[in-house]
């Protein structure tokens, strides 16, 4: 069997093995749950049915999606939300790539694409945290946006330093994830 085909089984079965546990283990509704005590229960439930009482005789109708489309807003977060996951998708399928021309092997590559990924997580968290407290997605965005674009200048202008290029490698990926999550955020 060929090393790739072992790769989708080997990442593949933990996957399935969890989606089919989660059939008997993950209960359908708090008043089934064995791990929530009765406060935490009546909580869930409320929370539940808050949801529902917000959302009785709504109903979506040609008026609402007029709107929708005149809301000068849709235009922009798309905008934003496009270039970003332009950016994402090329960080995404090249990382490995970019890390290689550094002159390491095809694995140490890619266990070099990690502590990018794991640094983007914390300033994900910690943009999502401060745009909350804050209430302004904008600067965040702007923010992120920046050192993503920041990244990808050192990227193309330093050739000769490898540490300056890793470095770039994380101000992409964190730059670029952050925007995606803040404008998902600011359209909510």
Known sequence: ????RLLFIV?????????????WLLPDRPEETAFLNDQ??????????????????????????TAAFKDWRLYGA????????????????????IIKTFGFTNARAQLLTVPPYAVCAVVLCLTSYCSDRLQSRGVCVALSAALGGL??????????????????????????????????????
């Not at 069997?1 to 790739?4: E, H, P, V």
């Not at 935490?40 to 040609?62: F, P, S, W």
């Not at 990244?151 to 925007?179: E, K, M, P, Q, W």
């Open 11 to 23: 990442e593949g079965i933990p996957t399935v093995i969890l989606g089919v546990l989660t059939l």
């Open 1 to 4: 069997m060929s090393n790739w």
């Open 78 to 97: 798309g905008v934003l939300y496009f270039g970003a996951n332009c950016a994402l998708a090329s960080i995404s399928a090249f990382l490995p790539t």
């Open 40 to 65: 935490e229960r009546k909580l869930q439930i409320e929370r539940m049915n808050r949801g529902l009482k917000a959302d009785v005789g709504r109903t979506v109708n040609k008026k609402h999606i």
């Open 151 to 188: 990244g990808y200048l050192l990227l193309l202008t330093v050739h000769d330093n490898n540490h300056v290029r890793y470095f770039a490698t994380f101000c992409i990926t964190s730059g670029t994830y952050t925007v995606i999550g803040v404008v998902i955020a600011w359209c909510e």
